[in-house]
């Protein structure tokens, strides 16, 4: 029997505030244990929340870059449920009145586009953190309540997704927007982007969807492709061998690369929601949706159309280059006195990226943009090599130096002194007399290896253009 796959993705974006999502408590990450609460994160008798606006405009401002419609009356409610990191035994989130829904997000496909819905987009705060130490004899646990309260955005596609691929290319292009606007730094490692797939089986060509698994503790866009691969393929050799799929909650064990019953999948009534009676409902004017939507950025889509047409670059260096918000603003910058815009994305494809691991980091590279675009005029102008320029830049990565002064210092100016360059490639034929016969008699190859004593000769220095044309004229 034919199946195919239907996903849907759940995504946990943590809003980069200063401040909890109701109270005044610090989110930073990395604090001592317990340091960051006070008694409205804590869940302490007769204490109430206040919404943080900055965290209502970010999740509005997510909302409106992934085409949601923003409600102008949304509301929280209590989500019940009975766990050690939970101090309040209830969440405060959103459930029938969600800030933004009915949104999209596009991916791209071997076929073309694909529109993958956005179902809703919600704000919920966060809860604390299990701690399990390895203390030889005996089964501790410990609770650190420090990200009780921190504030996020759960944004819930559509079962739009068909392959594992798509879920990872969704994932990906929805990380890059979040950064892009600025709303979180979606560090997967601190637990700022967290995701939950759900994935049913259904036979091919049928409109009904077959029992859902939700599986859990995915800490990379790479787990999460594997989990969905590896689920796959279990739910597909049960359904062969007649065997039903429970709708149940699963983790990823990413030592043995399988997944694993946890508990049965709640429903939306096994948390008893209730409208949460200690804050307001939500209220925002057209107004103040419109201002928010003036402060978006051109967002990674837009930016890869902008830099293909405005720059004529192909199609892949515009994706590269636009990855991050911080590597296509140094393009711009590198590229703004006048450089062929194809030279400037070759060079830092090439040359930078081998030298910077996080491009969101762009701001601490010891290279500016204005140097490199300095540096890059030289290679133009000919005062150096392009091989002389990778060395220059190195020097430039490591020190922070501009490329004038190590050029001076060192003494790299290309030699363009054709009389300087004929004494060269003189001295390389006299001493090289079977590879000029060979070139005479029609070895393409022994050219190439003249050019190369001249250059070497010269130690890279010579102007190759040069040394081409003198060194033909002369064994013509």
């Given at each position: ?12 974006v ?11 408590c ?7 244990p ?6 409205v994160?804590l ?36 989500k ?7 101090p309040?035994s209830?969440?405060?989130s959103?459930y ?25 987009l ?16 005996k089964?501790?646990s ?9 504030p ?8 739009d997704i068909?392959?594992?691929?798509e879920?990872h ?5 929805l ?13 997967m ?17 049928s ?6 698994v ?62 949460e009676?200690?804050?307001p ?44 918000k911080?590597?296509?603003d ?10 062929n ?9 090439s ?13 601490s590279?010891?290279v ?18 392009g ?6 830049f ?11 002064e ?51 000769e ?10 081409n ?5 002369k064994?013509k």
């Amino acid at each position: 029997m034919a199946f195919e796959t239907v996903i849907g993705l759940e995504v946990h974006v943590q809003l980069n505030t200063r401040s909890k999502i109701f109270c005044g408590c610090s989110t930073q990450f990395g604090s001592a244990p317990n340091s960051q609460t006070c008694p409205v994160c804590l869940g302490l008798p007769g204490v109430l929340p206040v919404l943080n606006k900055e965290a209502l405009r970010k999740a509005i401002l997510a909302g409106l870059a992934l085409h949601c419609y923003v409600s102008g009356y949304s509301k929280f409610d209590r989500k019940n449920y009975f766990y050690p990191d939970l101090p309040k035994s209830y969440q405060i989130s959103q459930y029938d009145k969600p800030i933004c829904t009915e949104g999209f997000l596009e991916i791209k496909t071997e076929t073309g586009k694909k529109r993958i819905g956005i179902n809703r987009l919600h704000l919920e705060e966060d809860a604390g953190k299990n701690v399990h130490p390895d203390i030889p004899g005996k089964e501790i646990s410990f609770v650190d309540f420090n990200r009780t309260g921190v504030p996020l955005i759960e944004i819930v596609s559509e079962p739009d997704i068909s392959t594992p691929d798509e879920a990872h290319q969704y994932l990906q292009n929805l990380k890059s927007i979040m950064r892009y606007i600025e709303v979180s730094d979606c560090n997967m490692e601190e637990g700022s982007l967290r995701c939950d797939v759900n994935i049913s089986l259904r036979e091919k060509g049928s409109i009904k969807l077959g029992e859902k698994v939700e599986i859990k503790n995915l800490n990379s866009f790479k787990a999460v492709k594997m989990a969905l691969e590896y689920e796959m393929s279990r739910q597909e050799q049960l359904l062969d061998e007649g065997e039903k799929i429970l709708q149940e909650t699963r983790l990823w064990d990413a030592d043995k690369n399988i997944t694993f019953g946890m508990r049965s999948k709640e429903e939306a009534h096994d948390y008893r929601y209730f409208p949460e009676p200690d804050l307001p409902p939500i209220i925002v004017s057209d107004d103040y949706i419109e201002e928010i939507r003036s402060t978006l950025p051109e967002l990674p889509k837009e930016k890869k159309t902008r830099f293909i047409d405005q720059y004529a670059l192909p199609e892949y260096d515009a994706e590269i280059l636009t990855s991050t918000k911080q590597l296509a603003d140094y393009f711009e910058e590198v590229a703004k006195p006048g450089l062929n815009p194809k030279k400037v994305s070759n060079w830092i494809m090439s040359e930078l990226l081998a030298r910077v691991e996080d491009t969101e980091e762009m701001q601490s590279f010891k290279v500016s943009p204005e140097q490199l675009a300095r540096l890059l005029k030289l290679i133009e102008n000919r005062t150096i090599s392009g091989k002389i320029a990778k060395t220059v830049f190195s020097e430039m990565v490591e020190r922070g130096s501009d490329p004038e002064e190590i050029i001076e210092r060192e003494g790299l100016q290309q030699v363009t002194d054709s009389s300087e360059i004929e004494t060269l490639i003189d001295t390389i034929i006299k001493n090289n007399p079977q590879s000029v016969a060979d070139y005479k008699s029609g070895k393409e190859k022994a050219l190439k290896y003249l050019v190369g004593q001249v250059m070497r000769e010269s130690r890279g220095k010579a102007n190759p253009q040069m040394v081409n044309e003198i060194l033909l004229n002369k064994l013509k």
